[in-house]
């Protein structure tokens, strides 16, 4: 599509799991000789790159009276700083991706006439989202089919992931087969979890010696985790690389065999863009447990498995293990089908989809405060 160069302005909190995809729909965009800016809350603002960044005051609505208040006070110094931002940028265009830091920009963004589009990317609509559906042209999301959508106008596009992930998905999974050698990926967030940090390493010493002697693990802790997590590897005599952050997860993913992780959106799309089989173990305290939501979505499709953390135990998951180390084609298998799932033309899609929103007349701007209260 060939349009004159415009001015889109996206939406995304400081997090990795909203800002890398904003980053890779941002780069699109730019290649396609578009004016971009991406309001963000401080911590976004942080981030490193040749992006315009705006920082945008952003917080939950959250604690007693005194604490809505102030937040409230604060919501709407968030919707004048992003309207202001979009003015002097004369956006044309905002694209939210979820979560509290894009309410101010959603809501200046309609306050002003400009056309909004949501980015759903959990397989059920999130909070924030489902409150501000209703002021945007269009939900861009992230599974074919997303509960809690109703009859809101929506396009299924796929997650934006990095460049770097796009590459990795060249990188054919191999199986590890006989006596190989079977690289296994474990992290949990920026953070790592500490249920990994538990179960993970009891769980191999579970195995049988022929089989432990074979696993290669790669794993993101806590600091905290770190030394005993490390010193067990070693006593088992399993070769271990023990970090607290990784920089190249998407290489490192790319040569595993099986990735143990969260659930959340980014993780997904990455696992399945690069093409790996996957054992999801969703965050039990996340929002509306849409973890749940979109492991379950993965499961059924046949791409990964889905396991609770309430029966994430080492006996569990070293009875996985133990089946995958014996039967190679079971891993290959799921390997293939989350290859069969992966957007990695999601960025362009979401490109094409925010030029041609730009084709049908804005918005008239109108009152939101019956709709805020609401």
Known sequence: MTRDSLHIALAAGGTGGHLFSAIALAEVLLARHHQVSVLTDRRGARFGTNIQMRSVPATRLKGGLIGKVAGAFRLAAGVVSAAWHLKRDRCQLLVGFGGYPSVPPVLAAKLQGIPIILVEQNAVLGRANSRLARWAQTVATAFPKVEKLGTTSHHFTGIPVRPAVVAARSEAYQPSVDEGRFQLLVFGGSQGAHVFADVVPQACALLPGNLRRRLQVTQQTRPEDEFSVRSTYAELGI???IATFFDDLPAHMSKSHLVIARAGASTIAEVLTIGRPAV????????????????????AAGAAWLMPQTAFTPEALAGRLKTLLTLPDCAAQRAATAFKLGRPDAADSLADLAE????????????????VAS
């Not at 999801?280 to 499961?299: F, G, K, S």
């Not at 041609?356 to 709709?371: C, H, I, V």
């Open 239 to 241: 070769c271990a690389h």
């Open 356 to 371: 041609s929103m730009l084709q049908a007349p804005a918005p008239e701007p109108k009152t939101l405060l019956r709709s």
């Open 280 to 299: 999801l173990v969703p965050y039990p305290h996340a929002m509306d447990d849409h973890q749940t939501e979109n492991a379950r979505a993965i499961d």
